[in-house]
């Protein structure tokens, strides 16, 4: 069965940190194209950052640009998301999802697989 799985979310203070991680199961993520998309509250669902699978190449929106990093370990078939400097727009459900292209992109065509989701909340 092909399954994303995403966890690490949680609560955390303005300025904080959290890292997410997905993992895959039922296929290898060598070779897929993996984004995170996250959808707060009334908005709709975004795409903030995505990796390649050849050579690793990565795309950030400009809201979490600088603070932000995704990286991936395809030996345990998983992508993370270090989340550092935490702001309460950050509050929102966090999905991950592959894409068989090539190249990442920030936009939901193209993703085939997705999570369930992870639930960040960013609030003092």
């Known amino acids: 069965q092909v399954q994303l799985v995403e966890s690490g979310g949680g609560l955390a203070q303005p300025g904080g940190s959290l890292t997410l991680s997905c993992l895959a199961s039922?296929?290898?993520?060598?070779?897929?194209?993996v984004g995170w998309f996250r959808q707060a509250p009334g908005k709709e669902r975004e795409g903030i950052s995505c990796i390649s699978d050849n050579y690793g190449s990565q795309s950030y929106a400009d809201s979490v640009k600088g603070r932000f990093t995704i990286s991936r370990d395809d030996a345990k078939n998983t992508v993370y998301l270090q989340m550092n400097d935490l702001k309460p727009e950050d509050t929102a459900v966090y999905y991950c999802?592959?894409?068989?292209?090539?190249?990442?992109?920030?936009?939901?065509?193209?993703?085939?697989?997705w999570g369930q989701g992870t639930q960040v909340t960013v609030s003092s």
């Open positions: 999802a592959a894409s068989g292209a090539v190249m990442c992109n920030l936009e939901e065509p193209g993703y085939h697989h």
């Open positions: 039922g296929f290898t993520l060598d070779y897929f194209a």
